[in-house]
């Protein structure tokens, strides 16, 4: 059974780079979407993007200049960088395997991402 | 963007109740709809898939029907493990959305 664990930094100042990491245990990335989505506190859940194992992405348009995913050519992991942060982008950030284009079955159990200086 | 819009909010209920939930879509998007379980400290979870497919290894009891713009989820005999956000989601069109969830709590 695939597990996926977020990591990286709980706390970004505003104007930098926000970076996670995604590690894909039980199994490898191919096949599937790997994906990202956020639930701001008090708000709704946000889908980010997604990225096939070949690398090809598909993101969101409010934040498709800002947003970036990549895998890792290992296939183990994937990753976010969402830049120019500002308090709007705190949120929990979970990464998700997708049925291909359509719902996530699998996600992790999130991170929180605050943007503060 | 295909707005998702869940009611109610907040349901209170009893162990062995009946529950409902419903997800309206902004626009048809036909039997591409999710819903997933979230619990504190938990991975979300997915429940249903194509509006009334139950994902393998999800408990008989919930169920999900609808089609176009109406949703619902049902829980026949809420357990205690019941108590949770609830969250649909469509994938018909982009970008993804989901809607903002219903919590289910204990009466």
């Known amino acids: 059974q695939v597990q996926l664990q977020e990591s990286g930094p709980g706390l970004v100042k505003p104007s930098e780079t926000l970076s996670l990491t995604c590690t894909v245990s039980?199994?490898?990335?191919?096949?599937?979407?790997w994906g990202w989505i956020r639930q701001p506190p008090g708000k709704g859940l946000e889908w980010l993007g997604y990225?096939?194992?070949?690398?090809?992405?598909n993101y969101n348009p409010s934040l498709t200049r800002r947003v970036t995913i990549s895998v890792d050519t290992s296939k183990t992991h994937f990753s976010l960088n969402l830049t120019s942060v500002n308090a709007a982008d705190t949120a929990v950030y979970y990464c998700a395997r997708f049925m291909e284009w359509s719902y996530p079955d699998s996600w992790g159990e999130g991170t929180l991402v605050t943007v503060s200086s | 963007d295909i707005q998702m819009t869940q009611s109610p909010s907040t349901l209170s209920a009893s162990v062995g109740d009946r529950v409902t939930i419903t997800c309206r879509a902004s626009q048809i998007i036909g039997y591409w709809l999710a819903w997933y379980q979230k619990r504190p400290g938990k991975a979300p979870k997915l429940l249903i898939y194509?509006?009334?497919t139950l994902e393998s290894g999800v408990p008989s009891r919930f169920s999900g029907s609808g089609y176009g713009t109406e949703f619902t989820l049902t829980i026949s005999s809420l357990q205690p493990d019941d108590f949770a956000t609830y969250f649909c989601q469509q994938y018909d069109g982009y970008p993804l959305t989901f809607g903002g969830g219903t919590k289910v709590e204990i009466k």
């Open positions: 039980g199994g490898f990335i191919n096949n599937y979407y």
């Open positions: 194509k509006a009334s």
């Open positions: 990225i096939t194992h070949t690398g090809s992405a």
